[in-house]
């Protein structure tokens, strides 16, 4: 199995609390994604990162942010946390989002349930 | 951005066939992926296809047709370890958006 980790795997906490998320992979891939997944939504993605220190934006960004200062470790954090943002957060990896297709498969790590109260 | 469209249930019987059908609008397509994901658990890659055409992969299989932007995962001969989520994603201008899933159950 790919190696890549979240932790915490659940966490309860309450408005206006900074929560940070943390991804691990050994795998030495260059892209690193985090998505959320909510009822009637599916996979969301949140933000997601080319390489150290390079990140980028998803479609649902404002109230997070990410740093990656290594190539395995990609971190999310909610600066303040709302209700809003209570949902299962999933890291993923990738080698490349270009070709060959087979690059292009994301790898998920085990998801980290965060409930903001 | 995307707008990709699937079922949200399904249900058939063991050992029946059982066609997922994902519809999409996008710009800038590279490829069609089928993810499985099973209750509480992380989801798992199946297939992808990049060129119009039918993939085959043991008893899933995975059609594309980009001028329609329709694609469908056919599941054969169901199992009870197949009822699960069935994410349909599309990669747009290299960047993996999902539809909202499928759950499919499989009745013994």
Wanted: charged content about 20%; aromatic content about 12%; overall charge negative.
């Amino acid at each position: 199995d790919a190696g890549i980790t979240q932790s915490p795997r659940h966490k309860v906490t309450e408005t206006g609390t900074p929560v940070t998320l943390r991804c691990h992979q050994t795998e030495n891939h260059r892209y690193m994604y985090w998505y959320r997944q909510d009822p009637g939504h599916g996979l969301r993605l949140i933000h997601y990162s080319y390489g150290v220190k390079d990140t980028d934006k998803g479609e649902v960004s404002d109230g997070y942010s990410v740093s990656r200062s290594k190539t395995e470790d990609f971190l999310l954090t909610l600066e303040s946390a709302t209700s809003s943002q209570t949902s299962v957060y999933f890291c993923a990896i990738s080698e490349s989002p270009g070709q060959p297709p087979e690059a292009n498969v994301l790898t998920f790590g085990a998801g980290s349930r965060l409930t903001v109260l | 951005g995307q707008n990709i469209d699937q079922p949200t249930e399904m249900t058939a019987t063991e050992g029946a066939i059982v066609q997922i059908n994902c519809t999409y609008q996008t710009s800038g397509f590279n490829g069609l992926f089928w993810y499985q994901q099973h209750a509480g658990e992380a989801p798992t890659f199946l297939s992808y296809n990049v060129l119009d055409g039918l993939e085959e992969k043991g008893r899933f299989s995975s059609f594309l047709s980009r001028s329609k932007g329709y694609s469908y995962l056919l599941l054969k001969e169901l199992q009870m370890k197949d009822s699960a989520s069935y994410l349909c994603a599309v990669t747009s201008d290299y960047k993996l958006s999902f539809g909202a899933g499928t759950t499919v159950t499989v009745r013994a």
